[in-house]
């Protein structure tokens, strides 16, 4: 096989496996659980964004940092749209406060990029969630496809106590439930003291018992010995 011949066909299996690998319908998304917090970050190139939101205003086919950054609250909304949440099988919301970080070194420096630049050039878009309750178990689900497209995927990876779960997500996959497995601590409330028992009432001495029968005894003798007009008056 001749030198141009070799040339020929490395270029076009190059170019066979790059169709196959689709690297602009990739994105990650990266979840961290913990007991009353959960943190997600996901990670598009800049062709998936304005697949689902209007970033070029000006519509020169160039993407400015201006550009980029006033179409920051627009994305959000869409995530919140459209990646569907539950924590504890009741559903919950991103919310619309996303940290946005450019990965590319000296962004606010960065000149309008044209369109042949929108695959390589990456964000992540990171949310903190905390709960009130402990997280047992979250639900996130994909509804993205109708933008960009049956080809897109998703490397979903869960991180928790050190362990890493994969999960890829796509169009006939888009939803994953993680099970936490967190325990709730035993209760610390304090128990409450058992009342101590009422003390006894104390015994009546022999001398108390006689005393009292000798005062009631006086007390019938005299009222015997009253004139009989003054027990009169007494007994009314």
């Known amino acids: 096989m001749s030198r141009k011949r070799i040339l020929i066909f490395k270029t076009l299996l190059l170019a066979t496996a790059t169709a196959w690998a689709h690297p602009e319908d990739q994105c990650e998304m990266h979840v961290k659980p913990a007991p009353h917090a959960l943190e997600a970050r996901f990670t598009f190139n800049l062709l998936t964004v304005t697949k689902c939101v209007r970033v070029d205003a000006d519509g020169d086919g160039l993407l400015s940092v201006g550009e980029l950054k006033a179409a920051e609250p627009a994305f959000t909304r869409y995530l919140n749209e ?44 990171t949310f903190v969630l905390p709960q009130e309750a402990l997280l047992e178990a979250f639900s996130i689900r994909f509804e993205v496809f109708g933008q960009t497209g049956p080809r897109q995927t998703i490397r979903g990876i869960f991180e928790q106590d050190g362990q890493v779960l994969e999960v890829p997500l796509s169009l006939q996959k888009p939803q994953h439930t993680y099970q936490t497995g967190f325990v709730a601590p035993p209760s610390q409330t304090p128990t409450k003291p058992a009342e101590a028992p009422a003390a006894p009432e104390p015994p009546i001495s022999p001398s108390m018992l006689a005393g009292t029968v000798l005062a009631v005894f006086l007390l019938a003798l005299g009222y015997r010995h009253l004139p009989k007009s003054r027990r009169s008056q007494s007994g009314r």
């Open 82 to 125: 459209h990646i569907k949440l539950k924590v504890n099988a009741k559903p919950a919301v991103w919310g619309e406060k996303a940290e946005y970080h450019y990965l590319w070194p000296r962004f606010a420096a960065t000149p309008p990029l044209g369109e042949e630049e929108y695959a390589g050039r990456h964000l992540d878009v």
